[in-house]
């Protein structure tokens, strides 16, 4: 690499000048395989499947162009506004509640108390689990008939528990349940973010009398909040994109209680090869997620304190 | 109430939180080990007993013959195997690049880079296929590897982070004797980032060994198989399904996670550097 720098300058000697060249060069090699990945599996993609929304085409003959009729199609067909309403509602209920927890698991497990490494690992342990296996064993436990969720219901509080995946009322609260269930990579991040928090900033409010929750608002939160950011915008991001946990726990159903975006988008383009509406479908989440995640930014001035720097 | 015993109040309620909760996140793992031990009839049983009576060992030996489950492990090893090793270094040379080297456009990719975080796989997903039938790529496992030699936005910037908090005067006297970016980085950055290393390979294991529409969508050959497409169609095509071999097999395809998880354990935590220094 030195090599090939020192013949362009042409000589034996290194004139200063090239220092700058030879830096930019090794830059763009170095980031070489992250560019040749990034054109040849997203950048034409994003163009070619943005191209594809506009199509009709079935992977078969060739893509038919149809000018707005696939997002035409969208708006009047029922199944894509119910899939889009039961991502939504997911996310609006989900988000909340898996950052706020997440935030307090994190807290706690920044203690220092005896075992901690234990409590820790055993509290990550769902997040190692791979989703599908996860997914099949929650099945079990939301059955109806015979599982463990129904029947701690009913010892404890002499309630007969729903059938939680075969009820439309329920299922998303199965969902939701399930997926709280695994915290695990955002309570990794805050915990990093939490040991990175000076321990004179905690003793020096602690002189000036403030108590545990003065301490939580105003060192703790403006000290981490760009890492409150980062994990409130992937777990959007992520929630709006859920499939794989439900695809083995309910296929959608039933009666599309819990046919998220995805599954919609999937079945359309690999179920019934109806790839350019599905391309429309993609780039429609796309769009979505963009304007949240700018939402997000640009309301974050307001609490996000770059002091720490991330 | 003075400093000390105010701690240790606090102390004793995080405990108290923390420990009831352990029952909850343990749960579904000791069903999911009590049924992997037990005879179908006592699983669908009311009340439910988690302790097996018999303890039926087969329920491994049989889940694994019941589709060619052992096939498919391999399967799934040999893909994150390839992937962990091809990630980790191309994440570690961008990360390397955008901590420690000065170039114009630089900041402009680095914001590429971490916009990709925000692009939803299906909108990659179908021209990837096109991309992927032309070449003849169907049934392999290459479109589940290559398109992750780009190193992911999330752990370029892991390494990023870690490269920026390493002193410029380690460096710095090294490139004056006249060592290459590239000596810099294989011969002081890698060795000095192993933390990230174990980290980021513990984390794309995960997603790889755990990966279902990837495999859904480039897999139809059954032998080619991976652990969670052969679970999620094991699932689908018996209605009443063996529920005992399911979970034998679900502990057999959590193990490798797991044990890497243990062994790496201690860098998860030291490899994530969030703050800047």
Redesign the interface.
Known sequence: ??GMAAVGAGGVERPRLSL?WR??I???L??A??????L???A???V??LI?GFTKYN?ISPPDFVGLKNFRFLYDDQIFWKSLRVTLTYTVVFVPLQLVSSLL?AM??N???PSMRT?R??????S???????G??????FNA????IN?FLYKAFEIRGPNWLGSERWVMSAVIISGL?ALG?GV??F???L??VPGEFYEAA?LDGAN?LHRFWHVTVPMISP?ILYNL??AM?LS??V??RI??LT?GGPNYASYFY?LY??DN??SYLK?GL??A???I??VL??LL?VLALRTSGRWVHYS??? | MG?RSRERL??AI??L??LP??L??????V??FS?AFSRLEQ??????DLWPDPWVFSNFYEGFAFLPFGRYFMNSTQIAVIRVMGQV??AS??G???AR????G?NL?FI??LS????????????????F?RLGWIDTYLPLI??????GAFF?FLFRQFFRSIPDELTEAARLDGC???GI?WRMMLPLSLPVIAASSI?IF?NS??E??QP??FLHDNSKYT??LG??RF??SYGSSP?HL??AV?IG??LP??VL??IG?RF??SG?????K
């Open positions: 690499m030195s700058r830096e930019a090794n830059f763009y170095f980031l395989p992250w560019i040749l990945g990034f040849a599996f997203t034409i993609p994003i070619a499947s594809l992977a698991l706690l497990l203690l220092r108390v409590i690992t055993i509290y990550y342990l769902p190692i689990l791979p989703t599908v296996v996860t099949l064993v929650w099945i079990w436990l008939d015979f599982g463990l029947f269930w990579g990794i991040i915990l990093a973010a040991q990175n602690e545990i890492v915008m992937i991001i709006l994109q499939f794989t695809y083995v296929q995805n988008v999937y383009a690999f790839l599905a391309s479908q993609a780039w989440l796309f997620i963009l995640t720490g720097g991330v | 400093r606090y102390k995080a405990l939180l923390l909760g352990i909850w996140v343990l749960m579904p793992t069903w999911m049924a699983i669908m049983r009311w009340p439910p270094l191309a040379m961008a390397y690049a955008f080297m000065q170039a114009p630089k990719l590429l880079v990709t975080l925000m692009l939803p796989y299906t909108v990659t997903m179908i021209p990837q296929y096109i991309i039938q290559i398109p992750h030699f780009d190193g370029i290459s970016y590239f980085y984390l995960q060994w755990q279902l529409l859904l969508i652990i969670p679970l999620a699932r689908s529920w399911i979970m679900s395809a959590a996670p797991v998880f243990f354990q998860l935590l994530i550097v969030v703050s800047d």
